[in-house]
């Protein structure tokens, strides 16, 4: 992956040494609330997030090319631009679906940890983000994504954590800030990373994107406690071997005072965010 990383080195060097900063973007369209979509792709993860001014932020492309579809019923057949891609981390059910999306769509950048994946696959993304020219940008812990008076705060991984030889523990973890409300995204990250995020950051959120597809390691009570978020989303598959959501991480959210809402029993999720309000659309 040595092309990718020089991608990566060269654009960041251009913006910021210590801080991306994607902002003074404009758009055609009136503004907007934020809205942050749970992308129903089975058994992975992919989230989008718009901004007002209908800057697109595509977290995660699931495991296979049913991204696709989700992203047509968002934008429609004509939109085909997305200014950011961010990978988590370099696991197939997570980035698989991206490949399509960067041969389909404009990717204005693509955000990722550093890290790339062991899969054969993973060939095929570098191959798609450098034939279509895609800047690639490395972020960790501390920069930022900032887009008028919206911002996305990278909160992990550190550089320990990026040497684990568990790829689920450095993944990145996402927190938008907008209209005066927060989200979080937490990828596949288990009760350790979660632990360390208690002790980091105020963690007081209104939705929360939960770990693991609700893994029983995943979403512990103390960072439930800490985070007390309004809505949960779970991205899960109708039919997987790995019995996620498990019983036990349900329970624990429920308890929180959490409203769930999953991708294998809601389908598409959609969230609006206001000042004064937040409101949940499914497609089922």
């Known amino acids: 992956m040595k092309g990718l990383s020089f ?20 758009f055609a369209g009136p503004a907007k609330n934020a809205e942050i979509y749970g992308l129903d792709v089975g058994q ?61 769509y404009r990717i204005g950048a693509f955000i990722y940890n550093g890290q790339t994946g062991v ?5 095929d993304l570098a191959n798609a983000i450098q034939e279509n020219k895609i800047p690639a940008v490395a972020v960790r812990e501390g920069d930022k994504i900032i887009s008028g ?55 007081d959120v209104d939705v929360l994107k939960v770990g693991h597809h609700g893994s029983k390691f995943s979403s512990s009570n103390e960072f439930l406690k800490a985070a007390t978020p ?7 598959g109708a039919k997987n071997t790995y019995g996620h959501p498990t019983a036990e991480a349900l329970k624990r959210i429920t308890d929180a005072g959490s409203q769930i809402f999953r991708t294998d ?16 659309w499914d497609e089922r």
């Open 7 to 26: 991608a990566a080195t060269i654009f960041f060097c251009l913006i910021i040494l210590d801080t991306f900063i994607w902002g003074q973007i404009f």
């Open 44 to 104: 992975g993860d992919s989230e989008l997030v718009v901004l007002p001014g209908n800057v697109k932020i595509l977290i995660d492309g699931g495991p296979d090319n049913s991204i696709l579809g989700n992203l047509s019923s968002v934008f429609g057949s004509a939109d085909r631009y997305i200014d950011l891609v961010v990978m988590s981390h370099p696991q197939m059910d997570h980035f698989m679906g991206l490949i399509d999306v960067l041969k389909r």
């Open 119 to 123: 899969a054969p696959s993973f060939k």
């Open 149 to 203: 008076e919206n911002r996305l705060d990278i909160l992990s991984p550190s550089l320990a954590d990026l040497k684990n030889k568990d790829v689920n523990l450095g993944a990145l973890v996402l927190e938008l800030f907008s209209a005066g409300k927060k989200a979080l995204f937490t990828a596949d990250i288990d009760s350790g990373i979660e632990k360390k995020l208690v002790q980091k950051y105020d963690l």
């Open 230 to 236: 309004i809505i949960s989303f779970i991205e899960v």
């Open 265 to 280: 029993k809601n389908g598409l999720i959609k969230i609006d965010l206001t000042s004064a309000e937040i409101k949940v």
